[in-house]
């Protein structure tokens, strides 16, 4: 197959096209899934976690186990803890921004499956039809000596290219929505945990403690 490709002329170009944005898509898909699979933690413990140390006021206990944790969820927390003390406007300002920052550094690189998922099978029409042309010259040219064997190649090869951006375009696709469906239950526990958070420092003595003690 990689010979009859490397005969196509600009066929064969365009399949090297589709195999390299599929190469590109499986790396930044298998690195994002590494990423989403690290920043998925046990939100509720820790944040349970994290209020029995805060309510000891071992603050930089806390703020260390913030640190050392990875995902979005510690983040989120850990901005409360730095303005616990401040206006609870001034505590949720904060933890949406951390939580915006977070769910943009999740979903890096997303449009890159996205983009492939819809570039594919045009790329795949495009050889498909750049190879009828070609062969429809051939058959022009060796009218009327020509036989079906001297055209079997350049028509299979034309057929496999739209193949081959349809076979990338639908795992780009669930690749995608895949990742994006392990986000959305990441930041469903962003919001939950956040909600946690900010309800400890409002009802207890701590969201009313000198800001110095950060």
Known sequence: MITLI???GIVGIVMWMILAAGI??????LERLFHVHRAQIKSDDFVR???????RRNIKEALSICDETPGPVARIVRAAIQHRGQDRRLIVQAVD???????????????VLATVAQLAPLLGLLGTVLGMIQT???????TPLIQAGD????????????AAGLCVAILS???????????????LDMERSAGEILGFFTSSALFSSDASSH
């Open 151 to 162: 055209l079997a190649g350049g028509i299979w090869l034309a057929l496999i290219t739209t």
């Open 49 to 55: 976690g994290i209020c029995n140390i805060v309510g």
């Open 136 to 142: 429809a010259m051939e058959i022009e040219q060796k």
């Open 97 to 111: 921004d951390a939580a915006v920052t977070e769910i943009a550094r999740m979903e890096r690189r997303f449009g």
């Open 24 to 29: 590109m898509a499986l790396v930044v898909f």
């Open 6 to 8: 490397q005969q196509g």
């Open 173 to 187: 696709y669930a690749g995608y929505n895949l990742l994006v469906t392990k986000v959305d239950g990441i930041v």
